[in-house]
């Protein structure tokens, strides 16, 4: 009976919104990269072959264009879903940008990278990470300057004939390096730094999928963000979090997704690298 | 009398000459002669007197003597030597050649368009001038015994060039052998030579004096259209002797359907016999009609099928004509053969450009592999191009060259160039396709651009296959794109450049030569422009439209599809389809929406070169260096975290025992995460 109240009492961190953006993000995400990629690195076999899978350079065009198409969508849903937390949780912009949850970096984030710092070293305690860490933070953050550096030249490249109408032909040459050379930081930075801080250290390894279910076990939230735990049962507010968890089949399914999401990352960060060290004309 | 009648017309004649000499030269109020005669010959009198011609020492000495009996004797020596007129003496060395065409217009005329005028005017050194027949200071006239062209002397005058063994003979094609001493047997010979009757005919009488020319020319008086005209001067009535086998005037008329006298009575041999009896195919056949006849020294089969004869290109060509040297007046009228068949006899343009091709040039050497004539016509069922049955039919052709010149073949074998496996390319490239699968005809096969006579390497300059030649090879069915070609920078009369330039073959190559609208070529192509251009090639690989093609896909902008296939020009050259006011238009075939400014895109650019394109540079290095601080950041920040992530781990699972206590269900579900 126990057994089955521990389940049950698992702690919700992320919406059903945030989660379903989150996949969209991945599928739109995976789609870009590996169509795009065909033509960074069209100088490679696996380039050629994954251009065939796609039907072709126009067809992987279209899916590339449907694919930005998406995460501009899900960009301006998560602005949406923004202006109506505000509106509900905060009241204003000011309290939600500078509050306690902010998604934006303050005086604490520098603290807890600090901490974090002479933690590695062995220099002092674990920080007591709060409900969102500075790395977190970078990842989220990223996102806006990618979005927006990688969606303007590729808006660029994608109405070469409109764009001209204002800026020189050459613009088109220079939003070409910005677009390919930015999605390689993304791309790159995503498949090795966030797997690793996510799903790959020791502590989650081989994943973490509450981004998916949205659910962590409350023992887990404790360990890992001590001060979001504390400040829950401080204020008396973590019943309201706590729900139960998903069946198994869910939990497979997930993890079925997680894997091979996973796997295709992992299997871009192997193309990238032997495109550039060892096909680099 | 009669001594002394003859005299009166001529002294007349010379009596009124001086006075018109006289007339003409007071009346024309200028000195005229003013170098007479006489000051030419106080030197040229000296037999030792030497001058010089071209750098060549010759003696100079005119004799007074002979000159003055000379046809020419009462003129000038500057009516000749015109450019002495009003020198001074002693005057310059290196006279002009004596031009007598201003006097004999006519005869230079007939000269100059005949055989011996042409090899003159080519410079062939063994070609006669007027002096190698009539001699210089001592022309005597026709009439006079001596005269080097009086008729009895004739033959002789020609034999010197046109007997057996002299230079002309051994070393021009000359198609009739023996011809003098042939001459001389001949009843035209023995009539003028032996019986001294000076109406019987000397070689001028056939061949004309001036207008000599080879009986292949249309108007050549031994031509086959003509012979009959020249043999009547003599024989008038000779239709009605011949009535009953040439009916009389169609003999004429027709001379190409009909046998000419030659083809009965050989030139320079004829007889008064009955060649209809001696000469007619049908005693060639008494023997040769027999399935088991052999010659007695090879023992190969000389057995004629007379139906593949009748059939042939040569149904209306006799026997002796091709196996010429037969005598009619033997029991075996082929005993007399010395020579093979010569078919330049007849096809002689076609024999001499054969002489010149390597194929004959082998022929020449005895190389044993050298085909003759007979190696790719066949003999007596030789048949035209145009008959499919025909081994140089056009669908045939590379058949007929692939005996040899297929892989492994004696051709082949001897061939040391870099053009392997031609027969069977040739068969899967767009000519070889055409021709086999669609039976298109007029395909280009092997003698389309190699010729059929004139086949010579690729590194002979008159080869039609040399770089030089090749636009124009290819431009007789491609005329069109020659002519776009032929203007491109990439012409040889327009191009500059220490690079050789390329021609047709080096993009299409040899072949191989595929479709221009089919993929592979399309995407080779950029491989083959970037073989000269490698820069320009390589930056194109780091754009967009080099991108896509290099994936392998050819719906973006090729080389060609902005510069041009043939077309090409600098991009400076108004023409260019890239110039100021042809470039928008050019990036419109597939932007449509295109501007100037659009067409600013820099489809060569390169972000490695500062100086050309330093925005392009600083954005990649300025992206490089975002690229490489993150990654380094992050790297770090990961790497410094690892181990004491692991140490919580470990940490983790020591106290698992603990939890699975109170929650055992949890931890299983764990470590099955961590093992699947």
């Known amino acids: ?281 | 009398m009669n001594t002394v009648q003859p005299n009166v017309p001529r002294l007349f004649s010379s009596i009124a000459f001086l006075w018109f000499v006289v007339i003409v030269a007071s009346l024309s109020g200028t000195p005229c002669l003013a170098q007479e005669n006489s000051d030419c010959l106080a030197c040229h009198s000296d037999k030792a007197l030497a001058g010089t011609r071209k750098g060549k020492t010759i003696a100079v000495f005119v004799d007074e003597k002979k000159f003055g009996s000379s046809i020419h004797g009462s003129l000038a020596c500057i009516s000749c030597h015109t450019d002495l007129e009003k020198k001074e003496l002693p005057h310059e060395e290196d006279l002009a050649p004596v031009n007598c065409g201003t006097c004999h217009s006519a005869e230079q005329e007939l000269h100059s368009k005949s055989l011996h005028g042409k090899a003159l005017s080519r410079g062939d050194p063994l070609a006669p001038s007027c002096k190698d027949c009539h001699g210089t200071h001592d022309i005597l006239p026709s009439s006079n015994p001596k005269s080097t062209i009086a008729v009895l002397q004739i033959p002789f005058l020609c034999g010197k060039c046109h007997q057996e063994g002299a230079p002309v003979q051994r070393q021009r094609t000359i198609h009739q052998d023996h011809i003098l001493e042939n001459f001389s047997e001949s009843i035209h010979g023995e009539g003028l030579l032996r019986k001294g009757l000076v109406v019987a005919p000397n070689c001028a009488s056939c061949h004309t004096a001036h207008a000599i020319l080879p009986h292949t020319d249309p108007s050549s008086s031994i031509g086959r259209r003509n012979i009959a005209a020249t043999c009547t001067k003599c024989h008038a009535l000779i239709e009605q002797v011949h009535r009953k086998i040439i009916k009389g005037e169609l003999w004429e008329k027709e001379g190409n359907v009909l046998p000419a006298c030659v083809d009965c009575h050989q030139p320079h041999k004829v007889r008064k016999v009955f060649y209809t009896q001696g000469m007619a195919d049908k005693d060639c056949l008494r023997c040769h009609d027999n399935k088991d006849l052999k010659a007695s020294k090879d023992g190969r089969l000389l057995f004629i099928h007379t139906e593949e004869l009748a059939s042939s290109r040569h149904n209306k060509t006799s026997c002796s004509q091709c196996h010429a040297g037969v005598n009619a007046s033997r029991v075996r009228p082929c005993e007399t053969i010395t020579q093979k068949v010569d078919c330049a006899s007849c096809h002689a343009e076609v024999g001499q450009q054969y002489q010149k091709s390597t194929h004959g040039a082998l022929m020449a050497k005895n190389d044993p592999n050298a085909p003759t004539c007979k190696e790719c016509h066949g003999t007596h069922g030789v048949l035209g191009k145009l008959n499919p049955q025909s081994a140089t039919f056009a669908t045939n052709v590379p058949d007929l060259c692939a005996r040899c010149h297929r892989e492994g073949q004696k051709a082949a074998m001897r061939y040391t160039g870099g053009q392997h496996g031609i027969i069977e390319r040739y068969a899967e490239s767009i000519h070889g396709r055409g021709l086999k699968k669609s039976g298109l005809t007029v395909t280009a096969m092997c003698t389309s651009c190699h010729t059929a006579h004139n086949v010579l390497p690729h590194t002979d300059s008159l080869s039609s296959v040399n770089t030089q030649n090749l636009p124009s090879t290819c431009g007789r069915c491609h005329h069109g794109i020659q002519e776009q070609f032929v203007q491109s920078i990439h012409a040889t009369s327009i191009g500059k450049s220490d690079k050789k330039l390329p021609v047709c073959s080096d993009c299409h190559s040899a072949h191989t030569i595929r479709r221009a609208d089919e993929e592979g070529f399309k995407l080779d192509i950029m491989t083959k422009c970037g073989r000269c251009h490698v820069d320009i090639a390589k930056t194109y690989f780091d754009t967009y439209h080099g991108k896509v093609s290099q994936l392998g896909y050819t719906k973006t902008a090729k080389c060609y599809d902005c510069h041009g296939a043939h077309d090409i020009q600098k991009v400076s050259d108004p023409r260019s389809h890239l110039s100021r006011d042809n470039v928008v238009s050019t990036c419109q075939k597939c932007h449509p929406g295109a501007t100037r400014r659009f067409a600013g895109y820099l489809t060569h650019a390169t972000h490695h070169d500062p100086e050309k394109y330093p925005f392009l540079f600083w954005t990649f290095w300025g992206m490089t260096s975002l690229l490489i601080g993150t990654f380094l950041f992050g790297g770090i920040h990961t790497l410094l975290w690892l181990p004491r992530a692991l140490q919580m781990r470990r940490k983790r699972s020591k106290k698992v025992p603990d939890k699975n206590d109170t929650n055992p269900e949890n931890s299983s579900s764990k470590e099955n995460d961590g093992a699947s």
């Open chain 1, 1 to 281: 009976m126990e057994r089955v109240k521990q389940e049950e009492r698992q702690y919700q961190r992320f919406s059903r919104l945030n989660r379903v953006l989150h996949v969209v993000m991945i599928v739109s995400f995976m789609s870009l990269a590996l169509t795009g990629m065909t033509l960074k690195f069209s100088y490679t076999q696996w380039a050629v072959i994954l251009s065939r899978f796609f039907g072709g350079f126009e067809s992987a065009g279209y899916i590339h264009r449907v694919a930005a198409v998406m995460m501009i969508g899900l960009f301006a849903a998560h602005f949406v879903d923004l202006t109506r937390r505000k509106r509900r949780e905060h009241g204003t912009w000011r309290a939600m940008i500078f509050g306690p949850d902010t998604m934006l970096f303050n005086k604490r984030d520098l603290r807890d990278f600090i901490a974090s710092l002479k933690w590695f070293l062995g220099k002092g305690p674990r920080p007591e990470y709060g409900r969102w860490t500075y790395w977190e933070k970078f990842d989220y953050i990223a996102v806006f300057w990618g979005i927006t550096v990688i969606g303007s030249t590729g808006m660029m490249l994608w109405f070469p004939e409109i764009f001209t109408l204002i800026f020189p032909g050459w613009f088109i040459n220079v939003a070409t390096i910005i677009h390919s050379d930015e999605a390689l930081l993304a791309v790159g930075f995503i498949f090795t730094v966030h797997f690793f801080n996510t799903h790959l250290r020791p502590e989650k390894f081989p994943m973490d999928i509450v981004i998916f279910t949205g659910r962590m076990p409350l023992e887990e939230l404790q360990r890992d963000k001590p001060a979001e735990y504390k400040a829950l049962i401080e204020s008396g507010k973590l019943e309201e979090y706590l729900v139960e968890p998903y069946p198994p089949i869910v939990i497979r399914t997930v993890k079925a997704f997680g894997w091979t999401a996973l796997a295709i990352g992992f299997s871009i960060v192997v193309w990238i690298i032997y495109a550039m060290v060892f096909a680099y004309r």
